[in-house]
């Protein structure tokens, strides 16, 4: 456990790449897990406020039939307040007026004062503004995390495991297994992808979260299939290999013990550039509409954000917060690979080593100066 | 020799395809007529330059390759008729490899521990953790790998070259194996660790009465570790015999000229002369190739040699030599 540990903190010392992208990923799957603790409001929860008097609301009623000073003046001092049932907000008026309100007028009221939840911008209440149907867009981001992760690792685990057992098997086995299974890698990876996954998604009708995740695990495995075997048949020619064979090691004991354990970085980063591109791609079907419209994720907010012409009606934040989520989420398991081949290819890594490189040149070209000084002293 | 031969290699013969064509196929006979016997306690020295086939005998020999032609007897049976998984577990167990580069040899993701505990698993030699763990210390000790706990523990990055090579010997000494094929085993060493491996394998040999073949391209320790040494060039067997008249009356030409390369301290100034021979390439030996396979390189070339393949001739009680200088 210790070396695991030890392993662990070696390979985040020195790679920021891997720290900001583990801290932005593991933010992500701490608001997704603990989304009903830390989320303001419910994923598809509208504003409930429904009455609330601004100025146009005042403008409209000045001088109308039955209006006097008094209500005018109540109305005045209630603007901005938010009310979510009739009665309470039209008795709050009585109340405070100290009079009774004539039933018409009490309609127009009502009427003029009705609030429209639609696309709050945003504010203290909502941080992140409204959608048009009154819902909290934060909440929504946060709840939305969590099918959208699901999803994410899920493809990604789906695409990974088939990668593996694909391109360990085949560099293993070799032979006619080999060139079939080449083979199959080839056609997956000849059909172009998105259009594929486009025409199994309209197939299945509006896909829930799940059928996605099958559909874009098994559609995306094949260029990491072709990396593990090329990489594998490497390893396959070691002697230890031969050795385990020799002393009668079953075929699936050498493929799972003696030789995935051997590509464990390739795999880690296969399986978080199959998430990365899962996410995507979750997003793109939802956003085009083959997805659950009803279930929230960033990419069925976009698609709300699209149909309810977000940009067009200048209410940025529905469109721009799930687009930005979903690129900082991106960006945070790109960071995470690119960690990663921090850790396989240390030559990579070049700008830390430079950096100790020119100290030492620094250092040598100070001593130099200085034995020059000195002997020019002596001299 | 009254010694019952535990393995013996009748007329070995291995053949690699070259070329594919559709109608023509094209064969590189890496072993021709190879035969030799292991005794138990002794080794076989096999020495030969790279290609000569000395590695693809032994492979043959541990199920790595299927042979061509020839007959490989293990105990008196054939081991073709091995094919049931029960009878080739139980020659596996007997017959083991060890290989040149220990570095290669160990998964570098497991520990000591994993590579000699695997062997004693699979075989089911032990029945329970505790006397899998009492065995693979034993064996760590008996390898000379101490402390044996600290060293179970470790990886094979963490091991010097003599310490890797000693886990691999370890894992012979786990299964009980009763031949030992040592391809190159201390040719990936240090001259200094060399020795210890060589008495370890030779205190193998004598405590546990195995039987070694030993494959170099080293003549010294070839005379250092084996009772016989056969000399191979180009997958044919030039002259065989013990290790001490073998190095000491060398007869082939090739022979003679392995040994003009290993420098003796000794023997300063005494070099066996051989006259300057243009350098030539070694031949891909085919099995439609006629001659002797080292006429292209050696100096006392005839006609004759590169008509017929010379036979093997007897020169004394075991010392026999391929060669038209020697009868024939």
Redesign the interface.
């Known amino acids: 456990m210790s070396r695991f540990l030890e392993s662990i903190i070696r390979f985040f010392k020195g790679n920021s790449p891997a720290v900001i992208g583990a801290t932005i990923i593991g933010t992500f799957v701490l608001l997704a897990v603990f989304a009903p603790l830390i989320a303001p409001y419910g994923a598809l929860e509208r504003d409930p406020i429904k009455y609330k008097i601004t100025d146009e609301t005042l403008e409209k009623l000045a001088g109308i039939e039955g209006m006097s000073a008094e209500i005018e003046a109540t109305l005045a001092a209630l603007k901005g307040h938010g009310f979510e049932d009739k009665h309470e907000f039209l008795r709050t008026i009585e109340t405070q007026t100290g009079t009774e309100i004539p039933l018409p007028l009490q309609k127009r009221i009502a009427g003029y004062s009705r609030h429209d939840p639609g696309h709050e911008p945003p504010s203290r209440r909502h941080w992140l503004g409204t959608t048009r149907a009154g819902q909290d867009v934060l909440s929504q981001l946060i709840y939305g995390a969590r099918i959208s992760l699901l999803v994410g690792f899920g493809a990604g685990l789906i695409g990974t495991v088939i990668a593996v057992l694909m391109g360990v098997t085949a560099a293993y086995m070799g032979g006619k297994v080999d060139e079939l299974l080449v083979f199959m890698m080839n056609v997956v990876l000849v059909i172009p992808n998105l259009p594929l996954i486009l025409v199994l998604a309209a197939f299945l009708g509006e896909a829930g979260p799940h059928s996605i995740a099958i559909i874009i695990g098994v559609t995306s495995w094949a260029w990491g299939a072709r990396v593990l075997r090329s990489q594998t048949l490497s390893i396959r020619k070691r002697e230890f290999i031969t050795a385990a064979e020799a002393i009668g090691e079953s075929k699936w004991r050498i493929i799972v013990v003696e030789m995935v354990p051997n590509v464990i970085n390739l795999i880690a980063g296969q399986f978080v550039g199959t998430t990365l591109y899962a996410v995507l791609a979750e997003a793109g079907l939802e956003f085009i509409g083959l997805g659950d419209p009803s279930v929230v994720t960033w990419g069925t907010m976009l698609l709300w954000a699209q149909n309810n012409s977000a940009l067009i009606v200048g209410a940025w934040w529905e469109m721009l917060a799930p687009a930005i989520t979903i690129s900082i989420f991106g960006g945070g398991l790109a960071l995470l690979n690119m960690g990663m081949d921090y850790v396989s290819n240390p030559q990579l890594k070049g700008g830390g080593n430079m950096g100790l490189w020119k100290k030492r040149y620094n250092e040598i070209q100070q001593k130099r100066l200085a034995k020059a000084r000195n002997d020019k002293e002596l001299a | 020799m009254s010694l019952q031969p535990i393995m013996e290699v009748r007329h070995l013969v291995k053949d690699f395809p070259t070329k594919q064509g559709i109608f023509t196929k094209q064969y590189m006979r890496a072993v021709n007529d190879v035969s030799f016997n292991l005794y138990p306690g002794r080794a076989l020295g096999i020495v030969g330059e790279s290609g000569s086939g000395k590695s693809t005998s032994a492979r043959v020999i ?3 390759y299927p042979r061509t032609a020839g007959e490989i007897l293990f105990q008196g049976n054939d081991i073709a008729t091995f094919t049931d998984k029960a009878s ?2 139980a020659y ?2 007997k017959v ?2 060890i ?3 220990p570095y ?7 520990t000591v521990f994993h590579h000699i505990a ?2 004693l698993q ?2 089911k030699i032990v029945q329970n953790k505790s006397e899998l763990e009492d065995k693979v210390y034993s064996v760590l000790e008996k390898v000379g790998l101490i402390p044996v706990e600290q060293t179970a523990k470790k990886y094979a990055y963490q091991l010097s070259g003599g310490q890797r090579q000693r886990v ?1 010997i370890g ?1 012979t000494l786990a ?1 009980g194996t009763e031949v030992v094929l040592a391809d190159e085993p201390t040719s990936a060493l240090d001259v200094s660790i060399r020795l210890g491996i060589l008495n370890l394998m030779e205190a193998m040999k004598e405590d546990f009465n195995t039987a070694f073949l030993y494959i170099t391209h080293d003549i010294a320790t070839a005379r250092y570790f084996t009772e016989e040494i056969a000399v191979m060039y180009v997958g044919h067997m030039v002259e065989t015999g013990d290790s001490r008249d073998v190095t000491s009356n060398p007869q082939h030409p090739y022979t003679q000229l392995l040994l003009s390369a290993v420098p003796d301290p000794h023997k300063r100034g005494s070099r066996i002369s051989l006259p300057e021979v243009e350098k030539k390439e070694i031949p891909t030996w085919r099995p439609e190739s006629r001659g002797c396979p080292f006429a292209s390189r050696c100096p006392h070339t005839t006609p004759q040699c590169r008509e017929q393949m010379p036979p093997l001739t007897k020169l004394a009680d075991n010392h026999f030599v391929r060669c038209f200088l020697h009868g024939g």
């Open positions: 541990s199920l790595q080739v577990m596996r167990r083991q490899m290989f040149q580069d290669g040899a160990l998964n570098p993701v497991h695997r062997p699979i075989h691999c894992k299964l």
